[in-house]
């Protein structure tokens, strides 16, 4: 890691981890140990597969319980659990275990994979994270062996609970339970709603945000306030569109009970975040309840969490600069604060880049793909998300679609913009002094 730290950028580097550590992933599940019909998984579904839990999206060529002996499964989680962490989380672990000091050069490394403004307090963040994400996960798997208990017995609930609140907090999506069916046999139960819910949407908020709520500060970051409010608005507001719009739906609320409706449409609302479960059948909703879903899929979680997306956060400040516009406004300004104009402009270039990036590969699949272009929309959108929801194209998708989904869930999980530093070419510093003279162009 120091010599890679010395002859590359922290960008370059965290993109090379997250390729390395699908290439290991993937070469484990061509293993005949990894699939039950002791064949191995193709190398492309291998691919796709470890693409899927590294990016922590969650779309599965293959079911996961059926297909996949146990050490094919405990690999998945594995990648689920350091490509939600993110590997220099666990690489600073194994140091901080063996007692060696962190470099300024690994801080840094820290610092991106974080999505940090700076160094300070890096390391006591990173064991925060660690902290967090390991109770999280111990209090889902203990909540859920015991409710499972008595429907699977103590091993079996033990593992179901364990796995699935690995895959929860970390926003993967992937399931034991077999058939493609995620959690629709649950969907009527509470525990296993709110459990998991809690899991996805917690891993989600960030870990800033976590560590500022644990935190009892008297006073929160704007950065927390605006995640809370945001993330809690579009919770709300997907739940109503998915509750009105899907309520006599027959092939989704329709035949549940009236607080099953209601539970099952903020359980669909809240996995747009990211999280890649269902409770209901997603390919049975209404066309405008999938383009609801696409848009909050395409905003996703929160920054520094294990979501995707162009994150809550780069949403509010793409809103908050057109209203300011509409206004004559200068000023970016929320809660008393006003947001700077380098943040504004890393907003704007992260969502155009997302929608350039949506665009293309949509346009590739569906020429490449024998679907309507509602059903690839969608699957562009989770996959670009890391979401992980789909209606049930992934397994049938050809060669060049499954290539395309691979590189948007990748794209997805980093981020645009690492990407886009890693391949631009490093500015010339006398360059970025010059000033060069202003001329104005029409608008709209």
Partial sequence: MNALG?????????????????????????????????????????????TSAVCVTGLVVVDTATTFTLFGQ?????LIQVGGLGFMTF????????GKKITLKERLLLQEALNQVSVEGIVRLTKSVLLISFAFEAMGTLILTIHWYSDFGFSKALYYGFFHSISAFN????????????????????????????????????FIVMADLLAHRKKFRLHTKIVLLVSGVLIL???????????ANPDT?????????????????ATTRTAGFNTINIAGMYDTTLLSMIVLMFIGASPGGTGGGIKTTTFIAIALSVLSTYRSDPQVVFKGRTLPRDVIQKAWAVTTSALFLVFIILSIL?????????????EVTSAFGTVGLSLGITPTLSEVGKMAI????????????TLAFVLSQKKNKQAAHIKYPDERIMIG
């Fill in 171 to 206: 926003n993967a999506g992937f399931d034991i339970m077999g058939n493609f069916t995620s959690l629709t046999a649950f969907v009527g139960d509470p525990v296993v709603n709110m459990t998991i819910m809690i899991l996805f949407i917690c891993g989600g908020l960030g």
């Fill in 406 to 417: 691979i590189l948007t869930m990748f794209i997805g999980r980093l981020g645009p913009l």
């Fill in 253 to 269: 609320l329709g035949p549940l009970p009236l607080g099953t409706k209601v539970m099952a449409a903020l359980f669909q609302s």
């Fill in 74 to 78: 405990w690999v998945i989680l594995f």
């Fill in 366 to 378: 569906s020429h490449t793909e024998n679907s309507d272009l509602m059903t690839v929309f969608f």
């Fill in 6 to 50: 010395k002859i590359m950028s922290p960008s370059r580097v965290l993109v090379l981890g997250f390729a390395l550590l699908i290439l290991f992933g993937a070469i484990l599940l061509t293993l005949p140990q990894a699939t039950q019909d002791g064949l191995g998984l193709s190398i492309l579904n291998a691919a796709f597969t470890a």
């Fill in 91 to 98: 690489a600073t672990l194994f140091a901080m275990i063996l």
């Fill in 237 to 247: 507001l997907g739940t109503v569109i998915v509750l009105i719009m899907e309520f």
